[in-house]
């Protein structure tokens, strides 16, 4: 048997916390993980936040990033355990041998320098290539990814491209000194997912031409199950199940894998719309003070109480514009809005409380959606004592009801946000929100900033909640499984117009408009080949028109 | 108490010995202040621990109802100048628009005058007396403090909490003092010790120049400007309130230090 291109036995990473004002604390992020990958091969790293998948990833390149330290192990890389070396020879191997592929292309790159340039640094400070070889090189690769204009598109600067065609710059640079494996960490997943797609296929179509091997790390399974010939499950720092993408996906073993293929598989039952909606938004149209484009174009929708009204789009769709301009923090140019039957003052200053009270938001990050310094108790009593005037122990009791409410029980009153987990304090976001009574929450991307299972429990919580409350939910994500698992109705914006609206098993029916099939197709599905019958299926609908 | 940082402890036993002395001046003098006890600029004895001052008062007394004089006056003005400061510099950042754009401007101009040049002007209209020097010091130190205070709410009032605040219908009161005031603590803990030591240096930079403390009052810049002249003739009087100053300085910064540290953690404190 020959020699796998990298081999790893027994990896531990460690690092130090320093918590402020308190002795430094040393904690292990990584506790003995073994793997080989065969040349030409993709393995797929998947796991929550706080895994350690980018740690395992770096350390392929024998680095820890900020003050990470890899504290026990071998890394084999082409026969030597790269771990041994020194600073010298390890940038030997860094940009030559293995090369690594960022989540944001638009961080890692320098703004003030053109694309080719830095395509070609690595390839050219190896001694790989000369000049000219690593541009012709860099321009092959750009054309195999699929970037337009591929003679001159290195001329420009990073912000002159879009985010995905600087993805696609970014994995071109990792190519083009022809490395014998490339790490990609999450090099999809701060795109939208009608531009993930494209990526995606263009990363699949450069690793099978240059039969370079991938370390492929992402949260998502759906995405891995495309790219790679095997995946490694990981949590908190140890191997949960390591297989073929075939028996992952369709037979996985462990409980937590299967989880993690289970996900979203939340049944709601669409509603029936109710005659008179809680809240209508009726022909609005919003610009932001001092610019003279519209975000916002005639948008009318309805929403019925106790029910979910899910806003899709992606970024820059107005989607967030939709929700401040409900709330009143942006006063739309024109239109109206009608909330339980009382024209709602376009301006949050001239609202009365009780139009504030019955609309709560929630917001994205919960980290920055709650005081830091206040504590659990203060955040969910304030509601209480502001719109109600609760105080002592009827407050204490009322915000104990609202803990448990939210399935977290006894002991977190006195606790700060700094000492909770995220899905902990979104689920803390959601009690102040309760804590209003309000007849409709406006959920700003709840979803997005957490892992998928910890996502998936706060959907199960808001669904149910709505059950008990009665409460009407405007969701807005571009999640489009999320959408699947909790909406009723759903809106679908596109440059600041809602393209298509209805019931949910209307939306997500065809006959569908452009835009709509672009991106219900995008969303990745848990099943082997997905990618290539899609990209198939687009192509041959663009030869027939 | 127990894990207090060894620096910290230097820095509260110093500021400590120096605010006590202010405080109980006239139980821990030797001398009363403005007492004739012995001959010009005599040397340390046992009966003029520090020697004697230009006209043969003792200088240790001299010191201590000095350093009452100079603390008092510093303290009461960064009071005076964090209150106003902070306070004008959040509600600049809350309210925003024409407000923050009118008191923002008008601070510019405050400081583009020098202060040093501006309370000489002043002061040699108005009478110097201290609730003058209190008032004048605090106004002007307070534009900085604005200037820091509103930089710092500006980033708070963008986050997400503020935002939930004022959609839940709260009053500028709320969000200023509950939601924005102990976010921005931290930096201005910092600054304050060091707002403290400029006001010392200040008021004792005005004193110098003959327009601050007047004698027979004295204070650290007076002590200073007073025996100057013994310098030629190599005597320290001049020099002790300079030693005075510089320890102040430093404790004052090294408890600065520590409190920021605690009020960094997010946890409340409680580690």
């Not at chain 1, 993408?245 to 299967?258: A, F, G, L, R, S």
């Not at chain 1, 909790?486 to 600041?496: F, L, P």
Request: hydrophobic share 45%.
């Amino acid at each position: 048997m020959t020699e796998p291109l990298l081999k790893v036995r027994g990896l531990k990473i460690g690092a130090t916390a320093y918590p402020p004002g308190e002795k430094p604390v040393a904690i292990k992020i990584v506790h003995g993980v073994d793997f080989d990958l065969e040349a030409g091969k993709v393995l797929g790293l998947i796991g929550e936040s706080g895994a350690g998948k980018s740690t395992i990833g770096l350390a392929a390149m024998a680095y820890g990033r900020g003050g990470v330290e890899i504290t026990g192990g071998e890394v084999w890389v082409n026969g030597r355990d790269i771990l041994k070396e020194n600073l010298r020879s390890l940038r030997r191997l860094r940009g030559a041998e293995v090369t690594y592929v960022s989540q944001s292309a638009a961080a890692s790159f320098n703004p003030a320098k053109k694309i080719m340039e830095q395509v070609t640094e690595a390839a050219i400070f190896q001694n790989k290539f000369s000049k000219a070889e690593a541009e012709a090189r860099a321009v092959e690769l750009f054309a195999k990814l699929g970037l337009p204009d591929p003679e001159n598109i290195g001329n420009r600067y990073p912000h002159q491209v879009s985010g995905g065609q600087l993805q696609r710059c970014m994995t071109a640079l990792a190519l083009c000194p022809e490395p014998d494996l490339v790490v990609f960490d999450e090099p999809t997943t701060a795109l939208d997912v009608t531009t993930q797609i494209d990526v995606l296929a263009a990363i699949k179509e450069a690793i099978a031409a240059t039969g370079v091997a991938a370390l492929y790390i992402t949260h998502d399974l759906a995405v891995v199950a495309q790219v790679s010939d095997h995946i490694m499950v990981l949590q908190q720092g140890d191997m949960v199940e390591y297989g073929t993408v075939d028996q992952i996906i369709n037979n996985p073993k462990e409980d937590y894998t299967k989880a993690l293929v289970s996900v979203r598989s939340i049944n709601h039952e669409e509603k029936t719309p109710t005659d008179t909606p809680v809240l209508r938004v009726e022909n609005v149209t919003a610009r932001y003070k001092g610019t003279n484009f519209d975000v916002l174009k005639n948008i009318n929708v309805d929403i019925h109480s106790g029910q979910t009204l899910a806003i899709v789009g992606e970024s820059g769709s107005g989607k967030s514009t939709l929700a401040r301009v409900i709330t009143g923090l942006l006063p739309p140019s024109d239109g109206q809005i009608t909330f339980d039957g009382r024209v709602l003052s376009p301006d949050l200053a001239t609202r009365p409380i009780e139009d504030l009270r019955e609309m709560q938001m929630i917001y994205q990050m919960a980290d920055t959606a709650m005081n830091p310094r206040q504590t659990v108790g203060t955040i969910i009593g304030r509601p209480l004592e502001f719109y109600f005037g609760l105080k002592g122990k009827a407050k204490q009791k009322r915000i104990q009801e609202l803990l448990d409410e939210i399935e977290l029980g006894d002991g977190f009153q006195d606790r700060y946000p700094a000492e909770l987990s995220g899905g902990q304090k979104q689920r803390v976001c959601i009690a102040r929100a309760l804590a209003a009574k309000p007849k409709l929450i406006i959920c700003d991307e709840v979803t997005s900033a957490l892992d998928p299972l910890v996502a998936d429990g706060i959907l199960k919580l808001l669904l149910n909640l709505q059950k008990i409350e009665d409460v009407a939910y405007l969701f807005i994500t571009h999640d489009l499984a999320t959408v699947r698992a909790i909406a009723d109705s759903i809106a679908v914006m596109y440059q600041g117009k809602v393209v298509r609206y209805g019931p949910k098993s209307q939306v997500l029916a065809p006959p569908f408009d452009d835009y709509t099939d672009l991106l219900l197709s995008s969303v990745p599905e848990m099943k082997i080949g997905w990618l290539e019958e899609t990209i198939e299926h687009r192509r041959m609908e663009s030869a027939g028109n | 108490m127990k894990n207090i940082p060894i620096s910290a402890m230097i820095g509260l036993f110093f500021t400590g010995i120096y605010f006590l002395m202010a405080i109980f001046a006239p139980w821990i003098a030797p001398y009363g202040m403005a007492e004739i006890v012995g001959d010009v600029w005599e040397p340390s004895s046992s009966e003029f621990l520090l020697g004697t001052d230009s006209i043969g008062r003792d200088l240790l007394s001299r010191m201590i109802y000095g350093g009452q004089t100079t603390i008092f006056i510093a303290t009461a003005a960064t009071i005076l100048s964090f209150t106003l400061g902070s306070i004008m510099g959040f509600f600049a950042a809350v309210s925003g628009g024409w407000v923050d754009q009118v008191l923002s401007r008008f601070v510019d101009l405050i400081m583009s005058i020098p202060s040093l040049i501006f309370a000489l002007v002043v002061l040699s209209v108005m009478p110097t007396t201290v609730p003058i020097l209190i008032i004048l010091m605090g106004l002007l130190d307070s534009t900085r403090v604005y200037r820091l205070a509103r930089a710092v709410a500006v980033d708070i009032t963008v986050m997400d909490y503020v935002e939930a605040a004022r959609l839940r219908g709260e009053k500028i009161g709320w969000i200023i003092f509950r939601e924005t005031l102990p976010n921005a603590l931290s930096p201005l803990v910092a600054e304050m010790g060091l707002r403290f030591i400029f006001a010392v240096l200040f008021v004792s930079t005005l004193s110098f120049l003959g327009l601050g403390v007047q004698p027979p009052q004295a204070d650290w810049g007076g002590i200073v400007k007073e025996n100057k002249e013994g310098i030629n003739y190599g005597i320290q009087a001049a020099l002790y309130p300079a030693y005075a100053i510089a320890t102040l300085c430093i404790s004052i910064n090294l408890v600065a230090d520590w409190i920021l540290n605690r009020t960094t953690s997010l946890k409340g404190g409680r580690g």
